[in-house]
């Protein structure tokens, strides 16, 4: 059975950071590109950060320069350091593992995680 599991979300101020954890297990995490999502109230779940698994990023124009994902395929884990967090950035986030093969993609989400910017 897949199962990821992220943790590490809570209530921060404007400017603090944070450090989410996405724990995955059923599947070898090291053939798998993975990606931190996120939605907010009213809003469609967006795109925050990617990794492959060869670890090359992409980030959405909004975290550039703010956030950093990675991922360490020896503990089956990746995450996402948030720094200079802002409201805006409030939202449930989600971690998803995926991979593509013979035309068949295989693609697998956690639970998420909320993460709220106030003061």
């Known amino acids: 059975q897949v199962q990821l599991v992220e943790s590490g979300g809570g209530l921060v101020q404007p400017g603090g950071s944070l450090r989410l954890s996405c724990s995955v297990s059923g599947i070898t995490f090291s053939i798998y590109n993975s990606g931190w999502y996120r939605q907010a109230p009213g809003k469609q779940r967006e795109m925050v950060a990617t990794i492959t698994s060869g670890s090359s990023t992409n980030y959405a124009d909004s975290v550039k320069g703010r956030f950093t994902i990675s991922r360490d395929n020896s503990k089956n884990a990746g995450y996402l350091q948030m720094n200079s967090l802002k409201p805006e950035d409030t939202a449930v986030y989600y971690c998803?593992?995926?991979?593509?093969?013979?035309?068949?993609?295989?693609?697998?989400w956690g639970q998420g995680t909320q993460v709220t910017v106030s003061s």
């Open positions: 998803k593992a995926y991979r593509s093969i013979l035309g068949i993609r295989y693609e697998y």
